[in-house]
């Protein structure tokens, strides 16, 4: 059972690239979340979606979009990177609203220049 | 607006050394709050859920109590592999609401 997948681990972009962060769960959980992790800033909620075909913005998605056309994925588009986007961004899952809490994927490492 | 509070920010406990960390939330009509590990590198891990004021819940070491207005995570006897980040969470009263996370305690623990 692999849980939540993403990937890459690791990217550094230039200024003005775009790129896709994958997200992909094995455990049929309708709940996706996508975080970004700041030193010492805590977990920022990026966009969610509650099941395929349904997302919705968190605190700070200036600069990304994402899409949920099956249950399994939920990749998240960086268009036009800037130096802000650099952060650790973590991907996550739950069965349902109230629940046992979050699956998180391991993160991918971005790197702005 | 939901808020989360953790503190302190950092923790140097010698080995066998009991502490807390502790965790203040203002919602409105709390549906739950998170207790999660993170070691370097990875994502966080759950620990616990408390739903509501009085509840207390248990794992080795650790154990999570929840009153009103905060959250404790009590350390008993650490050991050097407990060493992580410990965040805290809260879900607010929509059914559909993202957890909303605190910054997080960092513990050290020295053998």
């Known amino acids: 059972n692999a849980g939540v997948t993403q990937t890459p681990k690791f990217r550094i972009l230039k200024i003005g690239q775009s790129m896709t962060l994958q997200c992909a769960q094995d455990?049929?959980?309708?709940?996706m979340y996508w975080y970004r992790q700041d030193p010492g800033m805590g977990l920022k909620l990026i966009y969610y979606?509650?099941?395929?075909?349904?997302?919705d913005k968190g605190e700070v998605p200036n600069g990304y979009n994402v899409s949920r056309s099956t249950t399994e994925d939920f990749p998240l588009r960086l268009e036009l990177a800037a130096p802000s986007q650099t952060s650790v961004y973590f991907c996550?899952?739950?069965?349902?609203?109230?629940?046992?809490?979050?699956?998180f994927g391991s993160g991918t490492r971005l790197t702005v220049v | 607006e939901d808020q989360v509070t953790q503190s302190p920010e950092a923790l140097r406990l010698q080995e066998g050394e009991s502490s807390s960390l502790n965790c203040s939330y203002t919602?409105?009509?709390?549906?739950?709050l998170f207790w999660y590990r993170q070691d370097p590198g990875k994502g966080p891990e759950f620990l616990f859920t408390?739903?509501?004021a009085g509840e207390e819940k248990e794992k080795e070491r650790l154990k999570a109590t929840l009153t009103k207005k905060e959250s404790f995570l009590h350390i008993t006897a650490p050991k050097p592999e407990d060493s992580a980040t410990y965040l805290c969470?809260?879900?607010?009263?929509?059914?559909?609401?993202?957890?909303?996370f605190g910054k997080g305690t960092r513990l050290s623990v020295i053998a």
């Open positions: 919602v409105s009509g709390l549906r739950g």
């Open positions: 408390l739903y509501s």
């Open positions: 455990m049929n959980h309708n709940y």
């Open positions: 979606s509650v099941g395929a075909g349904i997302t």
């Open positions: 996550a899952s739950s069965s349902g609203p109230r629940d046992y809490g979050y699956t």
């Open positions: 969470a809260v879900r607010g009263p929509s059914g559909n609401t993202p957890l909303v």
